[in-house]
């Protein structure tokens, strides 16, 4: 089973048909770290990158949608490779995953929602807890 994390910017009330994007060089720097060569991408707006991200327990499918002024929305699909496993390493890499989301949300001014819910607000501890 899987859980998606989607960071975006609403739009604003008042200009419902104009994009609220996030800056390209912040979504680069700050989830250039997890998902390696994310830079290197030359996107056009309405590109849609699709990334996979796997660590010991965590498995993740990301993508990444383009709009004309920035990064328009990036979603996150993760799940657990080894349910019979403990929790433990699973919660450990989880932090590598909702740390750049979580600091990627406060840097755009974004909102970040896991499985539908508004966690915006939530530290990156209390985000695991809810995933793990």
Known sequence: MSTS???????????????DDMDRTTVDSTLGRLLNGLSDVVRTPGDVL????H????????????????VRRVVAS????????TPDAYRDELQAVVGPLRELASATHARLLVGGEDLTDASVNDVVDLLA
């Open 50 to 53: 699709e990334l996979d991200w």
């Open 78 to 85: 993760i799940w657990d490779d080894n349910l019979d496993e």
């Open 5 to 19: 994390l989607v960071v975006f910017r609403p739009r604003k009330w008042w200009a419902p048909l104009r994009s």
């Open 55 to 70: 660590g010991q327990r965590v498995g993740s499918q990301w993508t990444i949608t383009y709009g004309r002024r920035g």
